[in-house]
């Protein structure tokens, strides 16, 4: 069954640091999604992305966040400079359509910034 | 604010029961999923519903749309059915593609 992959499944950072998170996407999808879950909350949505471009951010996603599918395959996260607050499991998520259509997560990176 | 509400926030039950976990939104929707976070994290899509209902094995997903409530219903229930439960919908609005998470319940199925 294809499945959505993430890596690395846990990362560990000083803070101010800079981290990417990966995300393979299934293949013929082509709405995807990060979402993340501070521990002990529920989920929250940061960005969805389609066509190369950001189709809608929530008020988490500020400057310090961009994302990117530099290869038609991987889908990227990257926090520019880390906040103790950043710590968190980060989900990636994909869809063959937008809103309405089954989405499939992959098993998330637990980022913990010191 | 829109905000999605489920109940109960815990469940402990014993193998065997019938479980229901309710969840209701405030406003239109043009979607609502089911999900099911593992112990260890990892998030899987039960079920995605407008309207009506859906069935997958032991598990039962229900949606009134006048009434914005859904109900999971897991029959026979098992001790691997422990895991946390969390409805998220999809408002309605154009442009709208972005899920708005209920804060889960955590079912715990006793052997």
């Known amino acids: 069954e294809p499945e959505v992959t993430q890596t690395p499944s846990h990362q560990v950072t000083q803070m101010g640091q800079e981290v990417i998170l990966r995300c393979v996407p299934i293949?013929?999808?082509?709405?995807f999604y990060w979402y993340r879950q501070i521990l002990g909350q529920k989920v929250e949505f940061l960005v969805s992305?389609?066509?190369?471009?950001?189709?809608?951010k929530s008020e988490i996603f500020d400057d310090q966040f961009s994302v990117e599918r530099p290869d038609g395959s991987n889908f990227t996260l990257k926090i520019r400079s880390t906040k103790l607050e950043d710590s968190a499991m980060y989900f990636c998520?994909?869809?063959?359509?937008?809103?309405?259509?089954?989405?499939?997560f992959g098993e998330g990176s637990r980022l913990t910034v010191l | 604010k829109n905000e999605v509400e489920q109940s109960p926030q815990n469940l402990t039950a014993q193998e065997g029961e019938f479980i229901t976990i309710n969840c209701s939104y405030s406003v239109g929707i043009s979607a609502l999923h089911w999900l099911q976070q593992h112990p260890g994290g990892g998030i899987v899509s039960l079920f995605m519903l407008s309207s009506g209902k859906k069935k997958h094995g032991r598990l039962i997903a229900t949606i009134n749309i006048q009434e914005k409530h859904s109900s999971l219903h897991i029959t026979a229930s098992h001790p691997r059915d422990s895991a946390v439960y969390i409805c998220a919908v999809v408002y309605l609005e154009v442009g709208n593609e972005k899920l708005t998470f209920g804060t889960g319940t955590r079912l715990t199925i006793i052997p």
């Open positions: 998520a994909s869809s063959e359509f937008p809103g309405t259509g089954e989405l499939f």
């Open positions: 992305f389609y066509n190369n471009e950001i189709s809608e």
């Open positions: 293949s013929n999808h082509l709405y």
